[in-house]
């Protein structure tokens, strides 16, 4: 499963994402939830999540601070930004950031959906598997040498 971690300072929609989206259709986890800055990057390097999904004004440290501050760390990490600024200037730093999405609040169901559909494709293009996938190709591997060293053998 690939992770997702979500970061809002409103409740209501933390929960509501958590909750609504059928994350198991992307093969997606939700490895956490958080409701700062501070706190989202704290769990962001706990977890080390696949996907993330956050807002930008958030008490502590916004979001673009912390996408700022793990980006570097977390370089295949797909982004979403749901925000309710509409400034350019935003968006902007956004896109240099490397962000995937920027959704605007409110936004609708369709529109998160695409934007982790696109995330998702994004991970699969760069050939990021799921946490599934990896243990199923370490497996796979192993099962190969071995059979290749036994056969050498006899």
């Known amino acids: 499963m690939y992770k997702i971690v979500i970061i809002d300072d409103e409740p209501i929609i933390v929960e509501g994402l ?6 198991d259709k992307w093969e997606c986890l939700i490895a956490g939830t958080a409701y700062d ?7 962001i390097r706990k977890v080390k999540p696949n ?10 440290m916004n979001g673009l601070s912390m996408i700022a501050r ?17 400034e350019f200037e935003y968006a902007q730093k956004a896109i240099n950031l490397g ?5 605007l609040k409110p936004s609708t169901i369709r529109e998160i959906e695409e934007a982790v559909t696109t995330m998702v494709e994004n991970l699969k293009r760069k050939n990021i598997c799921t946490e599934s996938e990896n243990t199923n190709n370490n497996a796979n591997s192993f099962i190969v040498k071995n059979a290749l060293k036994y056969i050498q053998e006899n």
């Open 18 to 23: 958590v909750r609504t989206m059928p994350w």
């Open 37 to 43: 800055g501070v706190e989202g990057q704290t769990l």
């Open 51 to 60: 996907l993330l999904i956050t807002d930008i004004s958030m008490p502590g």
């Open 70 to 86: 793990i980006k570097a760390e977390f370089p295949n990490m797909e982004i979403s930004i749901l925000t309710g600024f509409r």
């Open 99 to 103: 962000v995937t999405r920027l959704i």
